[in-house]
């Protein structure tokens, strides 16, 4: 008995990992995957590039504009429930979209956009409060997750659609969703026995004292700090994405295929910046250092660009590995600047929120920017201002916490609420 007890005491936080990394596998392939079949889309759906554009647009609002609502719904349902509500959206988007019509294309996308936003709020509440002693590894390789899913379904949905058409190739991807979610729930159901055992043994952790009521988050400079250094992370991040491609083959002549290698390099070497940040935070004891140093990699690029474009190569990788890290040390200083789970969740919440919104203009003032001046240098002018905020805005607000409270997680769950989920 003591044997299998220790085996599942093992196995628990090993699940919950591959639980964690296939959820991330889920929250960014599906905005991706559309990209591939553009073509198709507009000849099967009789739809045009603004209709195009708003399957990739529309998912990345939602993360802003309903990431309160999906606060709201983690608060209700239990940190666990909210993430298979999540990949249960998710699931069913990527059904509806599949139809075959213009309808349910953009209705699919939507919801999408919301079973993901779910995702997005939760899964760093999940990593505060179910790893406490790895919170940054575990971060890192969540963010790695979230780019090696949007790198796989952008390189394979096209060549599955050359042979089964693409309706079915945006709905297969919806039996990584089913995969993710059964990992899930066998996980949960280990969790909710191995604290019902606890408890009728005795030997369950005493409830963590309730905390003490503090302002609203919205009234938190830390919260408004993180909020703009996530912000600029995205605007950037998007930005750069939708119009590196189109720069570099204006200003270096490259053809199409040679500048889809630099949508690659930026996001490929995410992987590198997402496992690099932990390493750092843990040397440097300070995640606002640790994002000083990311925003000078992530300038990079428009400055490179702009002084010397013929090394795009060094400047996208060096990018991409910032935008890796990017999003990784604002994960860490969330978790870390949140004294318990419901703070987490809140500041997750606004934080990510405030940023998408933000985010879902970066292709249009990017673009807008380029159409007014007629050149790129004002554009990359912007994504450095955007970087700059991001700098200003992180470093006065990810780190300055006592080691003491920088080395505290969020309390653990009492039984009851791992009952719950």
Not at 186 to 207: I, N, S, Y
Not at 228 to 243: D, K
Not at 273 to 288: E, N, Q, T
């Amino acid at each position: 008995m003591q044997r299998t007890r220790r085996a599942g005491t093992t196995a628990l936080p090993v699940l919950l990992l591959a639980g964690v990394l296939l959820v991330a596998l889920n929250l960014r392939g599906p905005l991706v995957a559309v990209a591939p079949v553009v073509e198709d889309l507009q000849r099967d759906l009789r739809v045009g590039a603004g209709t195009i554009g708003l399957l990739t647009s529309i998912p990345v609002l939602c993360f802003g504009l309903a990431a309160p609502l999906a606060s709201l719904l983690i608060a209700r349902s239990g940190v666990h429930r909210a993430v298979l509500l999540s990949l249960a959206g998710v699931l069913a988007g990527t059904v509806l979209r599949s139809l075959g019509s213009q309808e349910a294309a953009i209705a699919g996308t939507v919801v999408i956009g919301l079973g993901i936003t779910v995702g997005n709020v939760v899964v760093p509440v999940v990593i505060g409060r179910d790893f406490p002693g790895a919170t940054n590894i575990v971060t890192a390789a969540y963010t790695a997750a979230l780019n090696v899913g949007a790198t796989t379904t952008s390189a394979l949905t096209a060549p599955l659609a050359d042979l089964v058409g693409w309706q079915l190739a945006l709905a297969a991807w919806g039996l990584l969703v089913v995969v993710a979610a059964a990992v899930w729930t066998t996980a949960l159901r280990r969790q909710v026995a191995r604290a019902a055992a606890a408890e009728a043994a005795g030997t369950a952790p005493p409830p963590p004292p309730a905390a003490a009521p503090g302002p609203p988050v919205w009234r938190s400079p830390v919260a408004w700090g993180l909020t703009l250094a996530f912000s600029g992370q995205a605007f950037s991040y998007y930005g750069t994405t939708a119009w590196l491609p189109t720069l570099l083959a204006d200003e270096n002549g490259l053809t199409k295929a040679q500048a889809g290698v630099s949508s690659s390099l930026f996001q490929v070497l995410a992987v590198v910046g997402a496992f690099s940040v932990p390493a750092l935070v843990a040397w440097w004891k300070r995640p606002a250092l640790v994002l000083l140093a990311v925003t000078a990699f992530w300038a990079t690029l428009p400055i490179g660009l702009l002084v010397a474009p013929g090394l795009w190569p060094l400047w996208c990788s060096l990018a991409g590995a910032a935008q890796g890290g990017g999003i990784t040390v604002v994960f860490i200083a969330i978790v870390r600047r949140s004294p318990d789970l419901t703070r987490s969740r809140q500041l997750s919440a606004m934080v990510q929120g405030g940023g998408y919104v933000v985010a879902a203009t970066g292709p249009l003032v990017v673009g807008a920017v380029h159409d007014a001046t007629g050149g790129w240098t004002a554009p990359l002018l912007v994504i450095c201002g955007s970087v700059a905020v991001m700098a200003v805005a992180g470093t006065a607000s990810a780190g300055g916490r006592t080691e003491a409270a920088r080395d505290a997680a969020p309390a653990p769950a009492p039984a009851e609420e791992a009952r719950r989920g």
